[in-house]
Structure formats: structure tokens, C-alpha cells
């Protein structure tokens, strides 16, 4: 199975994602990111912290951006 990076950017910083995870395809490994996001964007609004422009980046093993999953997209995503 390919290996992704699901790397973060939040408020502008980016987290590296160091050991990555395996994923049939790139479709299975956005449709975790997006259930990665729900839980994040739930723990941060009951906080009360702006979303500001955070995202998922998701990069190969080739070292190349296949998608990039913006928060605030994933707000009405339904599975």
C-alpha cells in the first residue's frame, strides 16, 4: 500500500507528519484526513479559536502534494 504524510498547517505554521500511514489510495487517505479534521475543528470551535485558513497537506512518498484538505471545507462534508 502507498505510504501518505499527512502534514498540518495551523495559523500559518506547518507540522510534519514524520511517519506517515499507509492508505490503499489517495481517495482512502483525504477521506481520513477529512475525519482527522472534524474532530480537530469540533475540539477548536469549542474553544472558541478562529479556523485561519488551517489545512492538511497530503504528500507522497515522491515528495509531491497529491491534495490539500482546507478546515473550513469540511464543514459541510458529510460522509
Known sequence: MPLFYLHRRIDGQR?????GEEFPDIASAIEDAKL????????????????????????????????EIHFKDVLNWRE
Open 15 to 19: 507540522f510534519l507528519d514524520p511517519e
Open 36 to 67: 482527522s479534521v472534524k474532530e480537530y475543528l469540533a475540539e477548536r470551535l469549542r474553544r472558541g479559536e478562529p479556523l485561519n485558513g488551517d489545512s492538511f497537506e497530503i504528500w507522497s512518498t515522491e515528495e509531491v502534494m497529491v491534495a
